[in-house]
């Protein structure tokens, strides 16, 4: 009935490294010219950047959980 925790062992860690490219991209277009006038203009970032880094943030979580899931 129970699933071994090695058959989630490789998911957990593409979902870590999906994570971190997802926050790396978004940190990447953090830094572009529109995104800097945003921010400037309006105090915080574009919601494409916010997009970016939560879902990176919530795919690194997951994959941790299952990467130390007993």
Request: cysteine-free; aromatic content about 8%; glycine content about 14%.
């Amino acid at each position: 009935m129970a699933k071994s925790s090695t058959s989630t062992t490789p998911i957990g860690l593409i979902l870590v490294v999906i994570g971190l490219g997802l926050a790396f991209w978004g940190y990447q277009l953090s830094g572009s010219v529109g995104s800097q006038l945003t921010k400037a203009v309006t105090g915080s970032d574009t919601d494409k950047v916010m997009a970016l880094y939560i879902g990176g943030t919530a795919s690194i979580a997951v994959g941790i959980y299952l990467l130390f899931k007993k």
